[in-house]
């Protein structure tokens, strides 16, 4: 097994485990791997540092990510991997419903989701479903404005 930094589109990191180098290729080459943060396709593998050992009588030290990637949990004695779960075929399905569902009845604000989302808040704009990208900064200031906010994974459309 081989682990990867990965990051999508949206700057988004995170790990991915795969066979063999050649598995993740396939994958990426088919459009079959997708962020789980926002559900782009778009991944590509991210700067790592290697695993470099300096001999069997010393304690092998974990390498860490660059300064722009996610950190994995420590414990006591050794480093726990942050991971996330591929999405079974079900969950798949269940998001691609998600996904469909606020299509058809919410209106897409793009990029420009924060702003209107605050000002749906403040009663300066028409209460409505609305969906869009959110930077982690935005969605920082709209929880801190008590504006509900949900993050959906974005998997392909079902029909695609």
């Not at 778009?42 to 860490?64: F, N, Y």
Request: hydrophobic letters at 35%.
């Amino acid at each position: 097994m081989i682990c990867y930094q990965l990051c999508c589109a949206n700057d988004h990191y995170f790990e991915g485990w795969y066979r063999d180098s050649a598995a993740f290729a396939q994958l990426q080459q088919k459009g079959l791997l997708s962020c789980p943060h926002c559900g782009f396709s778009d991944v590509r593998q991210a700067l790592m540092a290697p695993a470099i050992t300096k001999g069997r009588s010393e304690k092998k030290q974990p390498a860490r990510p660059a300064d722009n990637q996610p950190v994995s949990q420590e414990t006591d004695q050794n480093v726990v991997p942050v991971q996330r779960a591929p999405l079974s075929d079900q969950m798949i399905v269940a998001f691609q419903k998600i996904r469909q569902t606020v299509e058809q009845n919410c209106e897409n604000m793009g990029d420009r989701f924060a702003k209107e989302a605050v000002r749906i808040h403040h009663g300066e704009a028409e209460e409505r479903g609305i969906y869009g990208t959110a930077t982690e900064k935005e969605q920082n200031m709209l929880r801190e404005e008590g504006v509900d906010v949900l993050t959906v994974p974005w998997v392909r459309r079902a029909d695609s």
